[in-house]
């Protein structure tokens, strides 16, 4: 432990006593978590909202065991405070992937899972990375096998998750095609770099993306939605294609053919990041300093901002979220 006397007692944090609406997230004092071996204290300068966030606000999705029961899982700051293995770190800006916890003025988070932010990276914008990056980048590039010169079909064009998927398919000379809810979201997405938007709810996504793909299909799809979607994105897929489910927004159980599958030799994967061990999530924070980093360095890759609320006015900030109008990241200020 080191530097402790520095970091007062308490803080103030957002949590949830009792599950609802934007209204559930109440501040609150805290006593300010101890980083036991190989974790760092972080002075929080930002912290992301997330769709997780809303869902265990509303019930519907509690902390893992051991983590924080307070919402939160990225946050950017500096490290005020190491436990016995991280104390090299102390004095740094960086970037967390965190388990719970990021809504607060401090936060835990293990060494491994924190990324260093350059010095002319505002921390505001970096607080909007990791949750979206380490999605986008263990599921699109890893579980899908995305690379340069294939099509991906993304769905939420617009979200925290569509946007990184999009800035990271520029970088990477991937083709992506992604749906929104509206024109004007179709055009938001296009300017930020899509190469085709969808607008799903006057437009049949799949019978677009067999045109524009030539009626080839696409390499790879990143769903949110499952339920009907589920079939209709093997519909869009390539032969050899690959689809990942991340979330069930849309409905936890759908129905296929499986001879499609079969025929056109599909893989069907999908993933959830929370729960993942912290010796995965640090290795994913590994593969992505050697391969995504040096754009974060060079200021290429920077988030879409949506907008931005003081940690007080999280309910506002989750009221901006549920009602779908963001487009980017929504992000808290401490």
């Known amino acids: 432990m080191a530097d ?3 970091v007062p007692g308490e803080m103030m944090a957002v949590v949830i006593p009792v ?13 300010v978590p101890v980083p036991g071996n190989n974790e760092v204290l972080i002075r929080v300068a930002a912290a992301g909202v997330n769709r997780p ?20 899982l990225e946050v950017a700051g500096t490290i005020v405070s190491a436990g016995r293995g991280a104390d090299m770190l102390i004095g740094q800006r960086v970037c967390a992937l965190l388990a719970g916890g990021g809504y607060a003025e401090y936060a835990v988070a293990p060494a491994g899972q924190c990324l260093p932010v350059p010095q002319d990276y505002d921390l505001v914008e970096a607080a909007a990375l990791p949750e979206t990056l380490f999605t986008v980048w263990t599921n699109l590039f890893e579980r899908a096998y995305a690379v340069g010169g294939d099509t991906v079909l993304v769905h939420g064009g617009t979200s925290g998750i569509g946007t990184m998927a999009i800035s990271l398919c520029r970088l990477f000379d991937i083709r992506i095609i992604v749906t929104c809810g509206s024109d004007a979201k179709c055009a ?72 499609a599958v079969m025929n056109k030799r599909l893989t069907i994967t999908g993933s959830t990041l929370r729960a993942r061990s912290v010796g995965f999530k640090s290795l994913v924070a590994d593969e992505l300093m050697r391969t995504v980093w040096s754009f974060v360095d060079e200021g290429r890759l920077r988030p879409a901002m949506d907008q931005r609320f003081a940690l007080a006015d ?6 901006r979220m549920d009602a779908g109008e963001h487009f980017g ?6």
């Open 4 to 6: 402790m006397d520095a």
């Open 188 to 259: 938001q997405a296009k300017a930020w770099g899509a190469d085709h938007a969808i607008n799903y709810r006057v437009q049949d996504y799949v019978a677009e993306v067999k045109r524009i793909t030539d009626g080839q299909g696409v390499q790879a799809v990143l769903d949110m939605v499952g339920g009907d979607y589920l079939p209709r994105n093997l519909d869009c897929l390539a032969e050899d294609g690959r689809h990942v489910s991340i979330a069930v927004l849309g409905g936890a159980k759908a129905g296929i053919f499986i001879p």
């Open 53 to 72: 966030d809303v869902l265990q606000r509303q019930g519907k999705y509690p902390p893992p065991p051991g983590a924080s029961d307070i919402p939160g």
């Open 19 to 31: 599950p609802g609406g934007p209204d559930a997230l109440v501040p609150d004092r805290r006593a």
């Open 314 to 319: 999280a309910s506002k900030a989750h009221a």
């Open 329 to 334: 990241k929504i992000v808290l200020t401490i």
